[in-house]
Each structure stands twice: as structure tokens, then as C-alpha cells.
């Protein structure tokens, strides 16, 4: 198994781009979050998908939207970006919890680290 | 929405002593604390959690305790190795299908040999 995966690793963007970040969840796991990293901060929850679904936002503009595809992965956009946009973005994926399990635990990917130039 | 503080930002302790990391939480429907370990370049890892139920939880080195009336939780590592050195985060989140996790600002923990 190898957890979850995360593409690319690195990207460098300028300010006004759109960017597409990717996450594949652990196996088993049907439910995928994404977060948000400043240098030297904890990570900020942007949003969760579940059956294809936004099902809670975090306080993000419109700017950032997300999708969820059939086999559970996921992709995060980012439209107009600012300088601000530049951190580490975090895949978290974990298991809805009406199928059992521990459904709270959730498994971080490697991230990608996006700078706006 | 859910506010979690954590201290210290900082903290050095010599190797084979104690640390101990302390966050509070706002909101009262928050019953899930997991704590995370992010070494650097690295992603979070979870190395310990505890429910509302529970006051206390302890594995190896590491233990938490809750207190769920004063809002607070704390972490603490004994015996400190130098592989203990990272950056940890406490959060807060509600048990139940919408996992909006909060985190805290994070503690980096350095264990001098």
C-alpha cells in the first residue's frame, strides 16, 4: 500500500495562473481533505470531499474548488493566484465514518509545495 | 468555529528529559484531539489521539491528557530522544462524518544530545 500519494512534489507558478494539485487516498479510503501549509504554521483545512461531494469548507475564497473522481481521488484548482497562494498543500484522506473503522484517522500525503512568483 | 491555541511555540529540553505541549479549544463540540508529528520536509504523521471519554491515553514515551471541562490537552513526551525533534501539532475536530479538522500553530521541539 502506498499510502497516499501526491502530484507534483514541487511547482513554481506566477501570480494570476491556475493551478491542478493531485491526490490519490490510502487504499480503502473513500474520503479525501485538503489542506493548506504557510512556512512555520499549522495546516489549514480548505476542504473535504466525500461521494464526489464538497461536504464542508474551511474559509478559502471561490478561488479555490475542488474535485472528487469515482475511484475516490481527488483534485484541488486554484484559480488567479496571489503570492499569498505559496505554501505546502496537504492531501488527507480517511474513511467515511458510517463504514466503520476509526474513521477520525486521517493519513497525510507528502504534499506539493506551490510558490507564486 | 473551532479556535485551537497552542504553547509553546518553541521549546529545547536536554535528551532524557520531559516536554510537555499544551493546547486549548474553543468550541465544546469538538471531542476528537489528535496529535501530529512533522518532522521537516515531511508530512504530518499521527502519533497519538484521544476521545472526549478519555482523561488520559498513554503509549510508550508519549501520553495525553484531556480535560474536557477546562477545554485543554496536553502532550507529554518523557525520556526525550533526539529523533524526538520535530515540529508537533495538536488539533480539535468534531467525532462524526464531517471531519473539519483544526489544528494548532505547532511547537518545534528540540532535544539536545
Known amino acids: 500500500d502506498a499510502g497516499v500519494t501526491q502530484s507534483p512534489t514541487h511547482l513554481i507558478k506566477t501570480r494570476g495562473q491556475q493551478v491542478t494539485l493531485r491526490c490519490s487516498p490510502k487504499s480503502g479510503h473513500d474520503t479525501v481533505s485538503w489542506y493548506q501549509q504557510a512556512l512555520g504554521q499549522g495546516p489549514q483545512f480548505i476542504f473535504q470531499y466525500y461521494e464526489e461531494e464538497e461536504r464542508q469548507r474551511g474559509n478559502f475564497p471561490d478561488r479555490f474548488s475542488g474535485h472528487q473522481f469515482p475511484n475516490y481521488s481527488s483534485e484541488l484548482n486554484v484559480n488567479a493566484l496571489l503570492l499569498g497562494d505559496s505554501a505546502l498543500y496537504l492531501c488527507a484522506s480517511s474513511l467515511e465514518p458510517f463504514r466503520g473503522g476509526n474513521y477520525n484517522e486521517q493519513f497525510f500525503g507528502p504534499g506539493t509545495r506551490l510558490t507564486v512568483l | 468555529g473551532e479556535n485551537v491555541e497552542q504553547h509553546p511555540s518553541t521549546l529545547s529540553v536536554q535528551e532524557g528529559d520531559s516536554a510537555v505541549i499544551k493546547c486549548t479549544y474553543s468550541d465544546s463540540a469538538s471531542n476528537y484531539f489528535p496529535w501530529y508529528k512533522q518532522e521537516l520536509g515531511k508530512r504530518p504523521q499521527l502519533i497519538i489521539d484521544i476521545r472526549s471519554n478519555v482523561g488520559e491515553k498513554k503509549d510508550q514515551r508519549i501520553a495525553v491528557t484531556l480535560n474536557k471541562t477546562a477545554k485543554h490537552f496536553s502532550l507529554h513526551i518523557t525520556e526525550t530522544q533526539p529523533e524526538d525533534s520535530a515540529v508537533y501539532f495538536c488539533?480539535?475536530?468534531?467525532?462524526?462524518?464531517?471531519?473539519?479538522?483544526?489544528f494548532g500553530t505547532g511547537t518545534k521541539l528540540q532535544v539536545i544530545p
Open positions: 488539533a480539535a475536530m468534531p467525532e462524526g462524518g464531517y471531519q473539519k479538522v483544526t
